[in-house]
């Protein structure tokens, strides 16, 4: 790889994204690689120069420095092209890099699998909006207890960082109850109320949580974890063990593997990958190696 583009997030991993990205950029310039920078004051921002880097030929791969939420924007970028991307993990969470033994926090380690490692195959979750627009995501999507956190979590500005999740969980739980859901798997239909959907290409989210630990990135098939109405204390009771996976064990907790998926629920907010992904309902598919990883 000659030609990268480059996108870091700086305020990742508590800011030190901007350290870990400087690192691995000062490597990759002494190692003779050519690196224009894509990052940009925004999301939208970094996506459109990655789309115009892609489209005019100027980029071999795109790095993304930070946590799960630029694998996300770099799995935009790249999958369903001939791009490969190279991840230089340096959030909080680091879900998806961890679940794909990739280096976590080290930006030697990072640069040296990027320059000479070689790509691996995954699998991404699509969605094909009303408006013909493609959006991805490589590791889990939350649609139940979890995103209706996320949404709340997002609209604060204070605190940072995991403990405004952590206020958000305790002001959300005791007002929460489980959802009517109507899922599609693979085109059977199930009707349930729900405290919890996830729809995992990976195995683990939200730093640590094993929510579908036995989803794979290169199988071809999500796994849908369903977690059915219980008792608000037995959730609370529940829910901890998703850090090990043992919460599978519970019976109330249903997993599917499907390759496609329908989710549908009213005002629920789906997140993929940490990120606001886009509001039920959604079709979902998974694409077989729609993604090349440097690896």
Known sequence: MTRL????????????????????????????TEVLDLSAADARG??????????????????????DGMVHLGANLCAGTDVPLGVIAAGTGNDIARELGLPVRDAAKAVERIL????????AGRLVTAAGEER?????????????????????????????????????????????YVLTLDGQRMDTDAMLVAVGNGPAYGGGMRVTPDAAFDDGLFDVLVLHRIPVHEFLRVFPKVFTGAHTGHPAV?????????????????????ER???????LEVVPGALSVLA
């Open 254 to 274: 249903e997993i599917v593997r499907a390759r496609t998926v329908r989710l549908e629920a009213r005002g629920i907010v789906a997140y993929a990958d940490g």
């Open 5 to 32: 583009g480059l996108i870091v997030n700086p305020t990742s991993g508590r800011n030190s994204g901007r350290r870990i990205g400087l690192e691995a950029l000062t490597l990759l310039r002494a190692a003779g």
């Open 277 to 283: 992904f886009a509001p039920l309902p959604v079709d």
């Open 136 to 180: 991805w995501f490589a590791g889990v999507l939350a649609a139940g207890f979890d995103a209706v956190v996320n949404e709340r979590a997002n609209q604060w500005r204070w605190p940072k960082g995991p403990m405004r999740y952590n206020l958000a969980i305790m002001r959300e739980l005791p007002v929460f109850r489980p959802l009517p």
């Open 46 to 67: 970094a996506l459109e120069h990655g789309r115009a880097a892609i489209a005019d030929r100027a980029v071999d791969a795109i790095v993304v420095a930070g946590g």
């Open 116 to 123: 000479h490692g070689r790509t691996r195959p995954v699998d």
